[in-house]
T-cell receptor, first 112, second 113 residues
Framework: GDSVTQMEGPVTLSEEAFLTINCTYTATGYPSLFWYVQYPGEGLQLLLK?????DKGSNKGFEATYRKETTSFHLEKGSVQVSDSAVYFC???????????FGTGTSLTVIP | SQTIHQWPATLVQPVGSPLSLECTVE??????LYWYRQAAGRGLQLLFYSVGIGQISSEVPQNLSASRPQDRQFILSSKKLLLSDSGFYLC????????????FGQGTRLTVV
């Protein structure tokens, strides 16, 4: 079935460090891929998305590239800030757009 | 623009009491609607989703039920809460089209005591 496997956390980085959070997926057909961010006590916010192979989603310095050959959608940021501390979820939706599958989330803490 | 409202934000209920959480969406019609639960420190568990009025799909057998009495209203209910029902409940909507994302409400923190 369709699923997302996400890098286990928690992840702790110093400010201005490079961030990578790994995400791989299993899907029938051609899924759309998403990264969401959740700040403490809040709902999820869409961070970026990619809808076809080789697409690169980007927002607020974060990037992720849809790699069909490796079934991956890794999240990267060149220089993290304390304000990036949150939980990050990788997700996919199947062809019909009716169902979303989420990874287990990766908690990121950035220390000054 | 579209907005999603979910309430209450926090709720403390005794074991065995009923539950009703409400979610409404504005600015769109015929959305797909979803209820997720997030246990402490864990990922999202899809509980129910709906593609139209009166159409509810249950993903996990449990103590909860969902209803969609109007196009943009989604209600999560329980007749008798269990301690294990505690968690963070999230409502979401999507346009139900290929390549579109889901949009989430702010969540309800439910503590069953």
């Amino acid at each position: 079935g369709d699923s997302v496997t996400q890098m286990e956390g928690p992840v702790t980085l110093s400010e201005e460090a490079f961030l990578t959070i790994n995400c791989t997926y299993t899907a029938t057909g051609y899924p759309s891929l998403f990264w969401y961010v959740q700040y403490p006590g809040e709902g999820l916010q869409l961070l970026l998305k990619a809808t076809k192979a080789d697409d690169k989603g980007s927002n607020k310095g974060f990037e992720a590239t849809y790699r069909k050959e490796t079934t991956s959608f890794h999240l990267e940021k060149g220089s993290v800030q304390v304000s990036d501390s949150a939980v990050y979820f990788c997700a996919l939706s199947v062809n019909t757009g009716n169902q979303f599958y989420f990874g287990t989330g990766t908690s990121l803490t950035v220390i000054p | 623009s579209q907005t999603i409202h979910q309430w209450p934000a926090t709720l403390v209920q005794p074991v065995g009491s009923p539950l009703s959480l409400e979610c409404t969406v504005e600015g769109t019609s015929n959305p797909n609607l979803y209820w997720y639960r997030q246990a402490a420190g864990r990922g999202l568990q899809l509980l129910f989703y709906s593609v139209g009025i009166g159409q509810i799909s249950s993903e996990v057998p449990q103590n909860l039920s969902a209803s969609r009495p109007q196009d943009r209203q989604f209600i999560l209910s329980s007749k008798k809460l269990l301690l294990s029902d505690s968690g963070f409940y999230l409502c979401a909507w999507s346009a139900g089209q290929v390549n579109t994302e889901a949009f989430f409400g702010q969540g309800t923190r439910l503590t069953v005591v």
